[in-house]
Every structure is written in C-alpha cells, then in structure tokens.
C-alpha cells in the first residue's frame, strides 16, 4: 500500500506544519514537540496532555479554547520524553500551575511522572489524572482488566477544559477528574490491523473477514477473535461488556462516544452507531449526547471504539455541549 508521505523521519512536523496552516489559533514552540494554543487565557489553569503519534486528530485536534491549552508529542507510539513535558509544564505554567491527563499506558506513566516530579521540585504546582477506560482484558494474563487510556480519554479532555473554562483551580479539576475517570468505559474491535508507513507488516494478523475484540491504540491485539456476521452481532458485543462493567439500571443518562480507529467508512460507521443506539434504547438509556467521528487512532488500522460514560454529574453535558475552538471535536 502507498503512504502519502515524503521522509518517514519528518512526517510528524510535516503533519503538524499542516495543521498549524490550517488552525491559526494554533503554534509550536521552537525546538520542542508542543502544540499550543495562541489565545490562552493566561488566568485560567493550563492542560497539558499528549502520548505518541499515530492517533491523529489526538492530540492537536483538543487544543484550543474549552479544551487542552497544550499536547507534546512522541514519535509513533512512543510518549514523549520527559525533558519535553517538562518544556511543555514550564511554558505552560503562568504561577498557577498545570494540570496533566496522561493515559494509562507504561512508559506514558514513567514519562510524564518524572517530568511532574521535577517541575514540582522547580516549584510549579502540577496535579494529574490517569485515563484507564479500557475494559478489555489480556487472554495472556489471566483475562486481567488492562485499564488502558482509549478514545475516552478525550471526554476529560473536554469536560476538565470547560471547567477551567469556568474558573476550576487545580483542586476542582482534580476531584472533577477523579470523578469522571472512574465513570468511563470504552471497548473496540478491529476488522483490519495497523500498519507502520511505508511497511506492508501488519501488527498483528487478522484473517480477511475476522474481528478481533477488544483491540489498542498502539496496534495491540485484541483478547478474541471471530468470523465477521454483521454490524448488529458486533453492537450486541460491545453492548454486553459496557452492561457487565456498568451494570445499568433502566433510565441511567450515559455520553456516548463512537470513534473510528482509522480507516473505517462513515458508511460503515453510521450503520454501526444505529445497531448500537438501538441496543441502548432497548436497554432502557437515556442518551442525551452522542459523538461520532474520528478521535483517536491507531494509524491505518480499520475498526471503531465505543465509549459510555455515566452522567454522574448533571454539569459535565453542558461543559460537553460548550463550543471549543479545538478543531476535532
């Protein structure tokens, strides 16, 4: 397959040079991989967030007003280091400090826990929250809970930036954060593995016409797979694992987030999201918000990730439903 690129090692700064063309309310700090947003608030607490590439819009799609003040980058699937979220948490810092969502993956963690250790002993203050909305398990450890930041990672993106929108202190986003983190459940399958660019080995393979359940961000394997029948089988799936984490009573208000993991068509995709609305229907649920697009990918990889979160708090549709200058939300 052809990948639309030039150099393989510059592809990152040519894809964020096109975006920053396109969302002038956007810049990149000279010499580091921070995207930030030009219009800031400088009385408003900061967020900071960011990962690896390869899961374009995230996480320069969230920057802008009502949503993240900055993301840094990693090359392909690799967290960015920690000298550079700590360029990014000093940039960002206006004496208020900056608050961080880091997704639950290893060397994420590491990463970004040494950077906050050190610009805390600099003096700015800093505080964090870890996504872990995945609610697939591991076949190989025992069908362990792997607890890994998914597509609904952007949800506390959105909902914690309205919030420092409003005036939250670090304290507020904390306990804000804390509280919807535990509220998010996401859960995805693939009908097609990710490839790096310009390589034709897949991740993992996946015979033509087989779904692997419960796949990742970073072209992991899911914990089964089986042949395709339909879009409803696949919604009657993912509903039974969100039902077994949340175990929902009938008229429970829940945020629904349908994200595609790549190449999926919006054909597909839509047809997807009505088996999948209709099953919560069925089901009793209230949904009074839905989002479906494209969110966090994993480069080429054909698939979609669902997201539930329980409205717990009455305040975080209206900070769901806020406008943002954050271009993919």
């Known amino acids: ?15 964020i040079n096109g975006i920053l063309s396109a969302h002038p309310h956007l810049a990149k700090c000279d010499g580091q991989p921070i995207i930030y947003n ?9 967020l900071l ?13 969230f920057v802008g007003d009502g949503m993240l ?13 920690s000298q550079e979220i700590l360029a990014a948490l000093r940039f960002l810092n206006k004496g208020k400090g900056v608050f961080v969502i880091i997704k639950n993956f290893e060397a994420d963690i590491q990463e970004f826990k040494k950077a906050i250790q050190l610009a805390r002993k600099e003096g700015i203050p800093v505080k964090y929250v870890i996504s872990h909305d ?6 190989k450890q025992n069908f362990q809970p792997r607890h890994r930041g998914l597509a609904g990672t952007i949800l506390l993106h959105k909902i914690l930036g309205e919030a420092a929108r409003n005036g939250a202190n670090l304290e ?3 306990k804000i954060a804390f509280d919807i983190a535990t509220e998010i459940a996401t ?25 692997s359940y419960g796949i990742g961000i970073h072209g992991e394997e899911g914990y089964r797979t089986v042949p395709f029948t339909s879009s409803e089988h696949l919604a009657v799936e993912i509903t039974n694992k969100l039902q077994i984490t949340f175990h929902w009573q009938e008229k429970e208000a829940f945020i629904l987030l349908v994200n595609n993991l790549g190449t999926t068509t919006d054909l597909e995709q839509a047809i997807f999201l009505n088996d999948i609305k209709q099953l919560l229907d069925l089901e009793g649920l209230d949904i009074p918000f839905i989002k479906n697009g494209k969110y966090m990918t ?7 990730s669902v997201t539930l979160c329980r409205l717990k708090n009455p305040q975080w549709l209206t900070y769901l439903k806020a406008p943002t200058q954050a271009f993919a939300w």
């Open 69 to 81: 003040s900055a993301a840094v980058y990693g090359d392909i699937f690799t967290p960015p280091k």
């Open 1 to 15: 397959m052809v990948s639309i690129l030039n150099h393989k090692e510059a592809m990152i700064d040519h894809y």
């Open 187 to 211: 859960i995805g399958f693939a009908t097609k593995s990710a490839r790096l660019p310009q390589t034709e080995k897949p991740f993992f393979h996946l015979a033509d016409n087989y779904i």
């Open 134 to 139: 995945d609610i697939s398990v591991e076949p």
């Open 298 to 304: 994993s480069l080429d990889m054909s698939g979609i």
């Open 49 to 61: 967030s960011g990962g690896g590439s390869g899961h374009e819009p995230s996480h320069i799609g």
């Open 172 to 174: 507020d986003l904390e």
């Open 38 to 46: 030009k219009q800031q608030d400088p009385k408003l607490i900061p």
